[in-house]
T-cell receptor
């Protein structure tokens, strides 16, 4: 059964690229990886989803190595408004289907 | 505007007093879920629904009930709330099955306190 592990917190500065890595050592062949962003007093918001290699959209990129045991969310040129908690999610088909959420990474962007 | 709404947003109640948290989505999504979010434990799925009249247990279903009589609505029912159900609750919907990594749209949350 997949378990997701991500750093508790990270700091960075405006204009920098931020990379948040999630470890999911036991990910199964059919599992997808999804990332969400959550601001205080709001529900999580979808950022990006991937299965393998690299996926890019207008706000982020997701890098998944060939062994798929980890994934890295990359936020280019962050701003203060990117301060939030970021969650990694593995949609696992194991054990008759489960959603394996990471505990979240609190990202603080400084001026 | 595409959205998921929840009511109430805040609720303080006493042990044993039945309550219902409503959830509605206007995107014609088939798939809906309820989660609870607790510090240090992250998001845990309580129940989910694949379509009208089709529901299944998530990771932490004990003490909760759901119903899906209409596509847009997915209420969460606590028949006899207890203090350990004090939490932040989120409803979510998606167009495609969650097993495909489908984007979920979350509601604004309901903060429940059971004394």
């Amino acid at each position: 059964l997949a378990k997701t592990t991500q750093p508790i917190s990270m700091d960075s500065y405006e204009g920098q690229e931020v990379n948040i890595t999630c470890s999911h050592n036991n990910i199964a062949t059919n599992d997808y990886i999804t990332w969400y962003q959550q601001f205080p007093s709001q529900g999580p918001r979808f950022i990006i989803q991937g299965y393998k290699t690299k996926v890019t959209n207008e706000v982020a990129s997701l890098f998944i190595p060939a062994d798929r045991k980890s994934s890295t969310l990359s936020l280019p040129r962050v701003s203060l408004s990117d301060t939030a908690v970021y969650y990694c999610l593995v949609n696992s088909m194991d054990s008759n289907y489960q959603l394996i959420w990471g505990a979240g990474t609190k990202l603080i962007i400084k001026p | 505007e595409a959205q998921v709404t929840q009511n109430p947003r805040y609720l303080i109640t006493v042990t044993g007093k039945k309550l219902t948290v409503t959830c509605s989505q206007n995107m014609n999504h088939e798939y809906m879920s309820w989660y609870r979010q607790d510090p240090g434990l992250g998001l845990r799925q309580i129940y989910y629904s694949m379509n009208v009249e089709v529901t299944d247990k998530g990771d932490v279903p004990e003490g909760y009930k759901v119903s899906r009589k209409e596509k847009r609505n997915f209420p969460l029912i606590l028949e006899s709330p207890s203090p350990n159900q004090t939490s932040l609750y989120f409803c979510a919907s998606s167009l495609l099955p969650l097993t495909s990594g489908s984007e979920q749209y979350f509601g604004p949350g309901t903060r429940l306190t059971v004394t």
